[in-house]
T-cell receptor, first 109, second 114 residues
Framework: GQNIDQPTEMTATEGAIVQINCTYQ??????LFWYQQHAGEAPTFLSY??LDGLEEKGRFSSFLSRSKGYSYLLLKELQMKDSASYLC??????????WGAGTKLIIKP | IAGITQAPTSQILAAGRRMTLRCTQD?????MYWYRQDLGLGLRLIHY???????GKGEVPDGYSVSRANTDDFPLTLASAVPSQTSVYFC?????????????FGPGTRLTVL
């Protein structure tokens, strides 16, 4: 079966760095997405990785290792507004997104 | 420019009633999707449409139907609602269906079936 695993909840301190991990087992692979979802709102796109390595976009970076079925989202210089759920999703061989349950990130002052 | 709109924002529905959730996008995207989001679970695909006039079944299609008469609209119908369909429903769209196609989400409809 297809499976996306990520931690349920993480806590970090304002100004610090946090890494949210995602492991996956899917039928085929056409890229991995990270989305941010604030409570009560819609998911919004953060990043896309299809090749191994690190993609950096401002305070956010995303890493992919296809051989290990592993990705992480790195958030630097954490701000209170980064408190949200972070969703990992893999595009399978049918170009459908398979979603993880999300990691709720709590930022403390 | 609104992007994707959904209606209603929320709804309480008696079991057995028929309900249509509306979704409209103004980005001229070819592909559209309906997901449900339940606590502790990832977004699950209900139905999708790769282009106007075509639809397909996702992971959890039972009890739901869709139509795609034109590019902009993608309504989701619950023929006879049951309590297990209580959920938050998100409509999404993407320009195409190839590998790199970011999906844009509507604000969601919170549905409670009693």
């Amino acid at each position: 079966g297809q499976n996306i695993d990520q931690p349920t909840e993480m806590t970090a301190t304002e100004g610090a760095i946090v890494q949210i991990n995602c492991t996956y087992q899917t039928s085929g692979f056409n890229g991995l997405f990270w989305y941010q979802q604030h409570a009560g709102e819609a998911p919004t796109f953060l990043s896309y990785n299809v090749l191994d390595g690190l993609e950096e976009k401002g305070r956010f970076s995303s890493f992919l290792s296809r051989s290990k079925g592993y990705s992480y989202l790195l958030l630097k210089e954490l701000q209170m507004k980064d408190s949200a759920s972070y969703l990992c999703a893999v595009m399978d061989s049918n170009y459908q997104l398979i979603w993880g349950a999300g990691t709720k990130l709590i930022i403390k002052p | 420019i609104a992007g994707i709109t959904q209606a209603p924002t929320s709804q309480i529905l008696a079991a057995g009633r028929r309900m249509t959730l509306r979704c409209t996008q103004d980005m001229r995207h070819n592909a559209m999707y309906w997901y449900r989001q339940d606590l502790g679970l990832g977004l699950r695909l209900i139905h999708y449409s790769n282009t106007a006039g075509t639809t397909g079944k996702g992971e959890v299609p039972d009890g739901y139907s869709v139509s795609r008469a034109n590019t902009d609209d993608f309504p989701l119908t619950l023929a006879s609602a049951v309590p297990s369909q209580t959920s938050v429903y998100f409509c999404a769209s993407s320009e195409g269906t190839s590998a790199y196609n970011e999906q844009f989400f509507g604000p969601g409809t919170r549905l409670t079936v009693l």
